[in-house]
């Protein structure tokens, strides 16, 4: 099966409300988790990451959650603007030093 | 500021075409990763190195070859193009493979 999986692949949200994005991963030594945005016709650009030595982490209106016995992790958006509206791709770190992407999730905001 | 360069942004070749993409990193990263992107599929390695002279395969090497002769450059080659090779390529670079990786801003690749 994939690596990491993300949830859900599209993800439409009113202005100012709340986003949720989830990730599972299968590689129980994973313990490096980053989120990636692109905007479009951008590059990936790293916007929050997480250590499997924490649960969350916070960054303004961003935030990650880890749940390493669940193995999933949770990339969350509040007061939702505009230029949240992106692909958004986690990771996770796998056993042969490399990171395995998500397929990527669109979220849509809609002011 | 990091910054990654790759040589084109566009790129237009004929199948049977050897095709080579280059990638450049001016922060001295030990790292640097050749991805595919396609619509739906997000982000899939193709292959990696962590030194120079070395390299790791990705999920999805067959059709590609690399070459890391220098810790700045690090080429994608692509030994005779087919057109299910049609996509963005996208490079990248980091310290260690635990941290952040920055991304050049791709070479949109048509095979004819």
């Known amino acids: 099966g994939e690596n990491v999986e993300q949830h859900p692949s599209t993800l439409s949200v009113q202005e100012g409300d709340s986003a949720v994005i989830k990730c599972t991963y299968s590689?129980?030594?994973?313990?490096?988790f980053p989120w990636y945005k692109q905007e479009l016709g951008k590059r990936p650009q790293l916007i929050i990451d997480?250590?499997?030595?924490?649960g969350e982490k916070k960054d303004q209106r961003i935030a990650v959650t880890l749940n390493k016995t669940a193995k999933h992790f949770s990339l969350h958006i509040t007061e939702t603007q505009p230029e949240d509206s992106a692909v958004y791709f986690c990771?996770?770190?796998?056993?042969?030093?490399?990171?395995?992407f998500g397929k990527g999730n669109q979220v849509v905001v809609i002011p | 500021d990091v910054k990654v360069t790759q040589s084109s942004r566009y790129l237009v070749k004929r199948t049977g075409e050897k095709v080579f993409l280059e990638c450049v990193q001016d922060?001295?990263?030990?790292?640097m990763f050749w991805y595919r992107q396609d619509p739906g599929l997000g982000l899939r390695l193709i292959y990696f190195?962590?030194?120079?002279?070395?390299?790791e395969k990705g999920d999805i090497p067959e059709g590609y070859s690399v070459s890391r002769e220098k810790k700045e450059r690090f080429s994608l080659i692509l030994e005779s193009a087919s057109t299910n090779q049609t996509s963005m390529y996208l490079c990248?670079?980091?310290?260690?493979?635990?941290?952040?990786?920055?991304f050049g801003p791709g070479t949109r690749l048509l095979v004819l």
């Open positions: 922060m001295d990263h030990e790292n």
């Open positions: 590689d129980s030594a994973s313990n490096y």
């Open positions: 990248a670079s980091a310290q260690t493979y635990q941290e952040t990786q920055y």
């Open positions: 997480i250590r499997s030595n924490v």
């Open positions: 190195s962590y030194d120079v002279k070395m390299k």
């Open positions: 990771a996770a770190s796998i056993g042969n030093n490399r990171l395995a």
